[in-house]
């Protein structure tokens, strides 16, 4: 695998190259070879945004962004959205987010990130033309068809405006997955301990992840999944439409889920769920 990262010609007098961390295994190779292959005038401009999802989140996601920004000397900035995290939007709105409506990216991705950026052309205080800013996302073809379409650099005209240019990017669109994971080895940076037995670092609960992860991260965070299934009776709607969280649950209480691909096996002293009496089945 190349360590060089092929960065286009178009990008390469930009303004500001925001480069959004997860944390998670893609996140952290696009780092990796982002800061092994930019040019000091390139990394100069570079911060690192993390996108904090709070409660939503698995525990030292944000101390570990901020670690792997630190290791290659780069600033780092944390967001939130302002106005609540996720349950509050399922509460507000009254359902959970499905493949058709993922407000949970819009609310607490797409529009802080956005935030940020107007925050960061006022800071490059550039004049006589909109300030060119490259925003870098570890989204990869193989992991979804959409994904899969999606260019590889494309202007964001909705984050655009009369003072700003906003070019997104995917550098590490085209690497398979054991590409990614031979470049966070290459980094030298543990991964996040969930890689030990889920093969996705998203929300502990996400609605888009499969049966049997969505069965192992309840096990992994059952107060989350308490949490979780309470605004589920709250709001008299499932989690999912085909699996509430009360299933989920039960599931996790009395089911193996099978093998959910992993960095390495499951370790020893993965807590489980206490029995939930009164669980509403969807």
Same mark, same amino acid.
């Given at each position: 695998m190349s360590t060089t990262l092929h960065i286009p /010609?178009? =990008?390469r007098d930009a303004d500001a190259y925001v480069l959004n961390?997860?944390?998670?295994? !893609?996140?952290?190779?696009? =780092?990796?070879?982002?800061? &092994?292959?930019? +040019?000091?005038?390139?990394?100069?401009?570079?911060?690192v945004l993390h996108l904090d999802l709070g409660s939503a989140?698995?525990?030292?996601?944000?101390? =570990?962004?901020?670690?792997?920004?630190?290791? $290659?000397?780069?600033?780092?900035? %944390?967001?939130? *959205?302002?106005?609540?995290?996720?349950?509050?939007?399922? *509460?507000?709105?009254?359902?959970?987010?499905?493949?058709? +409506?993922?407000?949970c990216r819009s609310y607490?991705?797409? !529009?802080?990130?956005?935030?940020? $950026? &107007?925050? =960061?052309?006022?800071?490059?205080? %550039?004049?006589?033309?909109?300030?060119?800013?490259? &925003?870098?996302?570890?989204?990869?073809?193989t992991e979804s068809t959409v994904r899969?379409?999606? /260019?590889?650099?494309?202007? !964001?005209?909705?984050?655009?405006?009369? *003072? *700003?240019?906003?070019t997104t990017w995917l550098p590490v669109h085209q690497l398979s997955t054991d590409a990614v994971w031979k470049t966070v080895r290459a980094s030298g940076i543990p991964p996040h301990p969930v890689y030990r037995q889920l093969d996705r670092l998203s929300c502990k609960l996400c609605p888009f992840?499969?049966?049997?992860?969505?069965?192992?991260?309840?096990?992994?965070?059952? !107060?989350?999944?308490?949490d979780y299934a309470l605004v589920e009776d709250e709001i008299g709607q499932p989690f999912r439409r085909d699996l509430s969280m009360a299933r989920i649950i039960e599931a996790a209480e009395r089911e193996d889920p099978g093998p959910v691909r992993a960095l390495r096996p499951c370790g020893a002293g993965v807590r489980t769920l206490p029995h939930r009496t009164g669980a509403c089945a969807a």
């Open positions: /010609p178009q =990008l961390n997860s944390a998670g295994k !893609d996140s952290s190779a696009m =780092l990796h070879l982002w800061a &092994t292959s930019a +040019t000091d005038e390139m990394l100069e401009r570079t911060t989140e698995w525990e030292g996601v944000p101390a =570990l962004a901020a670690e792997q920004a630190a290791a $290659y000397g780069l600033p780092f900035e %944390v967001r939130r *959205r302002e106005r609540g995290g996720l349950l509050d939007l399922v *509460r507000a709105r009254g359902r959970w987010p499905g493949p058709g +409506t993922p407000f607490l991705k797409r !529009d802080v990130a956005r935030k940020y $950026y &107007t925050e =960061l052309t006022t800071r490059l205080g %550039v004049t006589g033309r909109p300030a060119h800013i490259v &925003t870098a996302l570890g989204l990869r073809a899969a379409r999606r /260019p590889a650099v494309a202007t !964001d005209r909705a984050a655009s405006s009369g *003072r *700003r240019q906003i992840a499969g049966r049997n992860a969505l069965i192992t991260a309840a096990r992994m965070a059952p !107060d989350t999944a308490l």
